[in-house]
């Protein structure tokens, strides 16, 4: 069991940067794979970007390529998103997930533990 609680989020202009963090319990956290996936209004949540779990291997969905960057601290069991060149299409509440994987995967159904999410509000 791993317990995930997301802190970061917030009201910014188009063009600004944020960084969030997922801080997780337990003292597994290094066997978990983690994402970051996000949800819209009126939208499906959606793949954002996830780390392996050494942080060696990250897989980004194409909208944040070049913008986002995802990582971890395992010493910390904290998994970070940086965003920077917000855009008002970056609106949503971003949620942190984890599974006890090998792989990198962009399925929402593959992932076992989540976070109540934290809002990030682009104006433009």
């Known amino acids: 069991q791993v317990q995930l609680v997301e802190s970061g989020g917030g009201l910014l202009q188009a063009g600004g940067s944020l960084r969030l963090s997922c801080a997780a319990s337990?003292?597994?956290?290094?066997?978990?794979?983690m994402a970051w996936f996000r949800q819209a209004p009126g939208k499906e949540r959606e793949f954002v970007a996830g780390?392996?779990?050494?942080?060696?291997?990250?897989r980004y969905a194409e909208s944040v390529k070049g913008r986002f960057t995802i990582s971890r601290d395992n010493a910390k069991n904290t998994v970070y998103l940086q965003m920077n060149g917000l855009k008002s299409e970056d609106t949503a509440i971003y949620y942190c997930?984890?599974?006890?994987?090998?792989?990198?995967?962009?399925?929402?159904?593959?992932?076992?533990?989540w976070g109540q999410g934290t809002q990030v509000t682009v104006s433009s």
């Open positions: 337990g003292r597994t956290f290094s066997r978990y794979v």
């Open positions: 780390i392996s779990r050494s942080g060696d291997n990250t």
């Open positions: 997930a984890a599974k006890d994987r090998t792989v990198v995967v962009t399925q929402i159904w593959n992932y076992d533990y």
